[in-house]
């Protein structure tokens, strides 16, 4: 699929940052146009109909929206001298989250591109991620980095399969994006290791250790996998080990540009229980993740497309 126009949610901190440099980045490689979307949970609290009619309070929300606009203008002024197309959107709400949602299931967008964190542990479970849950719920894909990340160099794009039909998509998105950048792809099939008990015999080796029978097949049905996309440079390897911990090294060790996964969208007491493969990666993988859902509860809307260097208040 072409990715024509791209979010970016601001908050002006160092991860937003990366993320804009990138986005710009990108949108200069591929023709895309940006939209910079920062929410203001400021604004919402601080309207009347809470508080009532106050002089005082009307010149402070004024002073802030104003702030809020010179700090976006940095963006809208550097993407204008790389001649990248850019708008943006200052958005009142008390949710981040839901409120980024809504914009995306309004607009037509085609990817949304930000910053994560990293948390991991108890801190990632307290406080989460708006990044991970924007893409669990985001009808569209996802592209998340590091503050670490650079500017975009996708030459290769790394593919995580199980065979599944939420990795063959995967595949389809990554060859896409590949074919537009002139970059290749490689398939990435990892068997999980089996935590043997103590009372096997020392020395006791894995099925995929001792089964070359085992990793014949599989890497057949990635060949086969392969035929499918003879426009574009695809190869494939064959890792054992967790799945999450073998993508992130595969990634590093082959210079991997982006890394294209699927996730399925659980929530609530299901999410909590089976996890994540791709929200593992996103947190711990200093290359970027393109995560997209494979079957979205929400839909975009189309809409009119925005002027060049245009902006609005939207509650």
Do not use: W
């Not at 708008?87 to 009142?92: G, M, P």
């Not at 574009?232 to 999450?244: E, F, L, N, Q, W």
């Amino acid at each position: 699929m072409a990715y024509r126009k791209v979010l970016i949610p601001v908050d002006f901190s160092e991860y937003s940052e990366t993320a804009f440099r990138y986005a710009l980045s990108f949108a200069k490689q591929t023709g895309a146009r940006l939209s910079l979307a920062h929410v203001s949970t400021a604004l919402h609290c601080s309207r009347t109909e809470l508080y009532g009619d106050s002089p005082e309070l009307d010149d402070a929300l004024r002073a802030h929206v104003q702030r809020l606009q010179r700090q976006i203008s940095r963006y809208i002024g550097e993407a204008n001298r790389e001649d990248v197309p850019v708008d943006y959107a200052i958005l009142e709400a008390d949710d981040v989250v839901n409120k980024l949602l809504d914009y995306l299931a309004e607009h037509a967008y085609d990817l949304v591109i930000m910053g994560t964190h990293g948390r991991t542990g108890l801190k990632h479970l307290f406080l989460g991620s708006i990044a991970e849950k924007i893409v669990r719920y985001s009808p569209v894909p996802v592209l998340t980095l590091h503050k670490c990340a650079g500017d975009c160099r996708i030459r290769k794009i790394l593919v995580p399969v199980d065979f599944s039909r939420h990795s063959l998509e995967a595949i389809e998105n990554a060859v896409d994006l590949a074919q537009g950048l002139g970059g290749s792809v490689m398939l990435l099939h990892v068997i999980e290791r089996v935590i043997y008990p103590a009372f096997y015999p020392e020395g006791y080796t894995p099925v995929i250790d001792f089964e070359p029978q085992l990793h014949q097949r599989i890497m057949n049905k990635l060949n086969h996998l392969i035929e499918d996309y003879p426009g574009v440079s695809v190869d494939a390897r064959i890792s054992a080990g967790k799945p999450s911990d073998e993508i992130i090294e595969h990634a590093r060790s082959h210079n991997a540009g982006l890394i294209v996964m699927a996730t399925r969208g659980l929530s609530g007491l299901e999410h909590l229980l089976v996890g994540s493969t791709t929200e593992r990666v996103m947190r711990l993988s200093e290359v970027p993740v393109l995560a997209f859902r494979t079957a979205p509860d929400r839909n975009p809307a189309p809409t009119a497309n925005y002027q060049n260097d245009t902006g609005r208040i939207e509650k």
